[in-house]
C-alpha cells in the first residue's frame, strides 16, 4: 500500500506563491507516476501536472501550463507542485495521487491523499 499526505496549502493573494508537498510512504518503489489534482467547490476533479518518478518527465494541463511546476525529490519520497502567478480561479482543494500499476496514462491512478486547500484572493 502506498500513503500520500499533502501539505502547504493555505491563503494568498492573487499574484503569490505557493508550493504543495507530498509525503509518500509504504510501497514507494512501486510507483510509475505522481500527479496532482484539484477540485473547486461544485466542480468536478480537474487533472493539474504528473511526473515519472524514474525519468522525471512531465505533463502539465494548458489551465496552468507556464505558471505551476511539478518536481520530485527520489530521496525524500516526496513530490511537489511549485504555483506561481496564483490566480482566484486557482482555489481548490487540491489532491497529490500515485499511479502503481501501470496504466500508460496520465491521468489514471490507484491512491489518493487527503487534500490541501488553496484559497487565492482577489
Known amino acids: 500500500q502506498v500513503q500520500l499526505v499533502e501539505s502547504g496549502g493555505g491563503l494568498v493573494q492573487a499574484g503569490g506563491s505557493l508550493r504543495l508537498s507530498c509525503a509518500a510512504s509504504?510501497?514507494?518503489?512501486?510507483?510509475?507516476?505522481m500527479g496532482w489534482f484539484r477540485q473547486a467547490p461544485g466542480k468536478e476533479r480537474e487533472f493539474v501536472a504528473a511526473?515519472?518518478?524514474?525519468?522525471?518527465?512531465?505533463y502539465v494541463a494548458d489551465s496552468v501550463k507556464g505558471r505551476f511546476t511539478i518536481s520530485r525529490d527520489n530521496a525524500k519520497n516526496t513530490v511537489y507542485l511549485q504555483m506561481n502567478s496564483l490566480k482566484p480561479d486557482d482555489t481548490a482543494v487540491y489532491y497529490c495521487a500515485a499511479q502503481t500499476t501501470y496504466h500508460s496514462s496520465w491521468f489514471e491512478y490507484d491512491y489518493w491523499g487527503q487534500g490541501t486547500q488553496v484559497t487565492v484572493s482577489s
Open positions: 509504504g510501497r514507494t518503489f512501486s510507483r510509475y507516476v
Open positions: 511526473i515519472t518518478w524514474s525519468a522525471g518527465s512531465t
